[in-house]
């Protein structure tokens, strides 16, 4: 008798039991991330300079502070800043030579001097006089990659000081000896060249 309770009522449970057979199927997506190198260098404030002598001191001494130029490097992989600059010119043929005008960086980012990165010219005293062809001037040290926050610089402009590596006969006595011929307003133009290391 309990043998047929239990299968009547399987036999009236059974209409309300829906058996379901769901079709499935299945496929995929590929993707592929690709992470190129990306070098980027940025002077994002002083990049006009002027150097203005109107004094005797300034002649004499040379302008310690002309300006800073602020730069960031964006890099992934770790980068050298090399720079170089032409003679001063007035147009014509008169020149201030290129030696005259220093420069000496501090890191502002999260890399240090020192640390991620070096700098041999780091204050007004060691000051590294500008050339006609490229010179180190930011190398990498325990790694330099990163992004803007962490390479930020100022490139601290100096004129006539006789510091470091600079010219060491002041402005007032190569205008006396003819190194520079005349009076007036010279330019050039400062070039800055970030490479990426292998």
Do not use: R
Not at 112 to 119: F, R, Y
Not at 173 to 188: E, P, R, V, W
């Amino acid at each position: 008798m309990k043998n047929c309770t239990i299968i009547l009522s399987l036999l009236l449970v059974m209409p309300f039991v829906q058996i379901k057979a769901q079709a499935t199927d299945t496929d995929v997506v590929n993707f592929t991330a690709v992470l190129s190198s990306v070098l980027n260098l940025n002077v994002t404030a002083g990049q006009n300079q002027t150097a203005t002598f109107d004094t005797p001191d300034k002649y004499n001494l040379g302008i310690d502070a002309v300006g800073s130029s602020t730069v960031t490097m964006e890099s992934t992989s770790n980068w050298t800043l090399e720079i170089n600059a032409a003679d001063f010119s007035d147009g014509a043929s008169a020149i201030i030579p290129i030696n005259n005008l220093g420069v000496w960086c501090e890191a502002t980012g999260t890399h240090t001097i020192g640390a991620e990165a070096t700098c041999a010219y780091t204050s007004l005293a060691t000051s590294m006089g500008i050339t006609n062809t490229d010179q180190m001037l930011i190398d990498n040290g325990t790694g330099n990659s990163g992004d803007a926050s962490d390479n930020i610089f100022n490139l601290n402009w100096t004129m006539g000081t006789m510091n470091g590596s600079m010219n060491t006969t002041s402005i007032f006595d190569q205008l006396s000896d003819g190194t520079i011929a005349n009076l007036g307003t010279f330019t050039t133009t400062v070039n800055l060249t970030l490479t990426a290391l292998p």
